[in-house]
């Protein structure tokens, strides 16, 4: 067991509002990194396509990609 106490964060309900600013308080947003200018490019970034590249790396793992 360890004699260290452990850490708690503590908020003031005051802050929670100011915490995301606008013009979209309390929202995330989430950005893909690719194009996505068709509908194809998300399948080929997160669909099967993913796999074609995972399958050349997997046959020739003395030889990475750029």
Do not use: K, N, W
């Amino acid at each position: 067991m360890s004699d260290q106490q452990p850490i708690t964060y503590r908020t003031a309900p005051s802050e929670a509002p100011h915490y995301r600013p606008e013009p979209r308080p309390q929202t995330f947003d989430v950005a893909p990194s690719p194009p996505m200018a068709t509908q194809r490019d998300p399948s080929l970034a997160c669909g099967p396509g993913v796999a074609v590249p995972v399958q050349a790396i997997a046959g020739r793992p003395e030889t990475p990609e750029d």
